[in-house]
């Protein structure tokens, strides 16, 4: 027999608890299990709690997975006769008897289902980089347990470095979600209002009625900066900055592509002001901001935030590559921050995603506000929210991603919400293959 603690420390985990609990949503009250610091390991405290109704919706449940293949089927099965084999454990967390042990078996059982979901994915990507298509680093996950990490290639083609999985990546686009959530602790905090106009911070911004709300959604109609700057920025070889960005709106009133609030427009230059109103707000630097309250308290140790400026270097330890493996050029637009500039790893980027589940610095309450779709004039199964995509497919399940392209780097942050799976690809060439976002959630 396999006790809980065991398979813990054999990363195994809770492989089988969220199928168990979407059993428990057939019922009135089902117990989890629950850490027992006396016995040093994991014990089931009951409460039977059967519903009549159970029965019936069982086939439902059973089939509403997005996925009907033998191996889905079997583990609901599994976990449906757990849960009713653990019903009758009724003693409250006293004694060693109520510790529950798990047969060798059914452990065997779930390791198969895990190694060859392990082999479909690692096949897919070593397809591709064999074929020179993909370089970079992996990782899929299932309730915070990792079913399967690599990484592919190099970090530096001139060096031949090779790819580490704590090697830090560009995030690009990827990190608007981090930016989104510093702007939902600081409104947590009563800091800030999402219905705060950006004019209350910035006194002669000359946009009117733009609310925070508007510019998290990509609402605001604003231009992009990366265009206008072009424009009025007159030596790229200085960094333009965050509050460069600001100064230039302020000075020549770019015109806005739309009225406020009239469509969705993504637009860079929403989450570069979202970074500023944080460093209005907080009386600190973006970066450092970032680093006390968010990457060091989820133990993001290899992330940080990359700010050109004239006295520094794009981190090299990592080389972003475009066509034909050249070097991407460290533009004068690193100098913005907040709708880029994120350097991550694929297992920090894990800390976050299970931060969001746990409701860790951000409550529960607000994150399923940002995993709204915020647009009624787009698809339920297309929309955006707070610093997320979100889909919403026909079955019902809720997936919430970004994806990010800039510089030499692309990448892919997926969170299947129902499901607790997560899907996280870095890569540092910005080729122009691409992954699409279906077809990566089909490899769980």
């Known amino acids: 027999m396999i006790r809980l603690r065991q398979l813990q420390k054999n990363s195994f985990q809770f492989r089988i ?40 919706r069982f086939s439902q449940w059973m089939w509403a997975s997005r996925k009907h293949d033998v191996d889905t089927i079997m583990l609901k099965i599994i976990s449906t006769l757990f849960l009713f ?26 390791h198969a289902i895990d190694s060859r979901r392990a082999a479909t994915i690692d096949s897919f990507f070593s397809e591709r980089f064999n074929r020179h298509a993909f370089n970079g680093t992996v990782l899929f996950a299932e309730n915070g347990r990792i079913i399967y990490e690599h990484a592919f290639g190099l970090a530096n083609f ?6 580490k999985i704590n090697s830090g990546f560009q995030l690009a686009s990827v990190s608007k979600p981090l930016t989104a959530f510093a702007v939902m602790m600081l409104a947590e905090k009563g800091k800030l209002s999402y219905d705060d106009d950006v ?77 500023s109103i944080v460093e209005k ?4 630097d973006f970066r450092d901001f970032m680093k006390k309250y968010i990457f060091k308290p989820l133990a993001m140790n290899h992330t940080f935030i990359y700010r050109k400026t004239q006295t520094t270097n794009v981190p090299q330890e990592v080389v972003g590559y475009t066509r034909r493996r050249r070097v991407a050029e460290d533009s004068y637009l690193n100098g913005v921050v907040g709708d880029k500039g994120v350097y991550s790893t694929v297992e920090d980027l894990l800390n976050f995603d299970q931060a969001l589940y746990n409701g860790t610095l ?6 399923e506000q940002a995993f ?44 299947l919400l129902d499901e607790h799976r997560t899907i996280i690809v870095l890569s540092n060439q910005s080729r122009p293959y691409h992954f699409r976002i279906d077809r990566l959630n089909e490899l769980f």
């Not at 951000?362 to 994150?367: A, D, H, I």
């Open 362 to 367: 951000v409550s529960r309450k607000s994150l």
């Open 199 to 275: 004019r209350k911070f910035f006194p002669n911004f000359p946009y009117a009625d733009i609310t925070i709300r508007l510019l998290l959604i990509h609402r605001s109609g604003l231009p992009n900066y990366m265009y206008f700057a072009d424009k009025y920025w007159p030596d790229r070889s200085v960094p333009i900055t965050n509050s460069d960005v600001v100064e230039l709106m302020e000075k020549y009133h770019p015109a806005p592509n739309y009225r406020p609030n009239t469509r969705y427009n993504y637009s860079n230059t929403n989450y570069a002001l979202l970074a």
């Open 158 to 163: 001139k060096q031949k470095d090779s790819l």
């Open 85 to 110: 084999i653990l019903l009758p454990f009724q003693n409250t967390v006293t004694n060693t008897e109520s510790a529950v042990t798990w047969p060798d078996p059914i452990y065997d059982i779930l």
């Open 281 to 284: 707000v907080s009386g600190m």
């Open 17 to 56: 608890r969220l199928e168990v609990e979407s059993v428990g949503r057939l019922v009135n009250k089902i117990k989890r299990f629950k850490f027992c610091p006396d016995q040093n390991d994991y014990v089931y405290e009951g409460g039977p709690a059967v519903a009549v109704s159970c029965f019936s």
């Open 372 to 415: 709204q779709p915020a647009h009624k004039d787009l698809h339920l199964d297309d929309n955006y929210g707070f610093g997320w995509r979100v889909s919403i497919r026909k079955d019902g399940e809720k997936v919430v991603y970004h994806a990010g392209w800039w510089k030499g780097f692309k990448t892919y942050f997926i969170r």
